[in-house]
């Protein structure tokens, strides 16, 4: 047992050491809450491209989450990010603290595919960003041991200098459960930008790749892929991951 903790602190001081060196938030979230669970998370992209202000931008983020009841589970949430400029990307530094809430709608099972809604408000630390409400239409669907979940997402920046137009976009996770501990697939995820204004496919980021979910042990979740990048505007590659210890 102390072996198996000792493995899991260094796994983790091991990813939250390279996240400092590199790795935008790409988390396809479950309509899921259980009660009474403690959950620490770490989420991260690098991106790498031949364009210099493309390649090597990040974003991290550190939460910790709490289910309050059957139906309501909530994270308090650190970001941090390096962002592209006309040449280069900045400095890597905090940007926003987010509030975030997830709520299952009905209980696994009940209807044909699974609901739930995500919610979310984002601070800015920094006086010069702008905070930004994020909200997340959740839908799951199991069919034999194929699972299947979509979000829709929706963001409006808030405060001084933002931007009045709303964006919206897509992720779609298949994932095949081959044990608790792997379980292989894919993601596709899609920012249309601006729902006032159509973009052509080129001017959207399209990004589609190998994802694998699982355990290692009892407590800890990872989710870890690479997305290539399918339009103009994506970066040419992407590694993600999501690391969640729950207690």
């Avoid at 989420?43 to 910790?64: I, L, R, W």
């Avoid at 993601?187 to 589609?208: A, G």
């Amino acid at each position: 047992m102390k072996f198996k903790i000792l493995l899991t602190i260094s796994f983790f001081v091991v990813i939250f050491s390279l996240s400092g060196l590199a790795f935008a938030e790409k988390e396809v979230f479950q309509p899921d809450a259980e009660e009474g669970e403690w959950e620490f998370e770490n989420t991260g992209v690098y991106d790498f491209d031949d364009n210099k202000p493309k390649n090597a931008v990040q974003e991290y983020h550190y939460s910790v989450g709490y289910g309050v009841n059957s139906v309501w589970h909530t994270e308090l949430e650190l970001e941090a990010e390096t962002l592209p400029t006309d040449t280069s990307i900045t400095s890597f530094k905090p940007t926003h603290l987010e509030w975030e809430n997830i709520l299952q709608l009905a209980p696994k099972g009940e209807f044909w595919v699974d609901p739930g809604v995500y919610l979310a408000y984002e601070a800015p630390v920094d006086h010069k960003q702008v905070g930004q409400f994020e909200g997340k239409l959740l839908l799951e669907k199991s069919i034999d041991k194929w699972t299947n979940i979509l979000n829709i997402s929706f963001n409006q920046e808030v405060g001084g200098g933002a931007d009045p137009d709303t964006d919206a976009g897509i992720s779609w996770s298949t994932r095949y459960r081959l044990s608790r501990y792997f379980e292989p697939g894919f993601e596709y995820w899609n920012d249309f930008s601006k729902m006032t204004h159509q973009l052509d496919y080129d001017q959207q980021s399209h990004q589609v790749g190998p994802c694998f979910y699982g355990k290692v042990f009892d407590h800890l979740n990872y989710d870890v892929g690479y997305l290539f990048g399918i339009s103009q505007t994506a970066p040419r590659g992407e590694l993600k991951w999501v690391l969640e210890y729950e207690f």
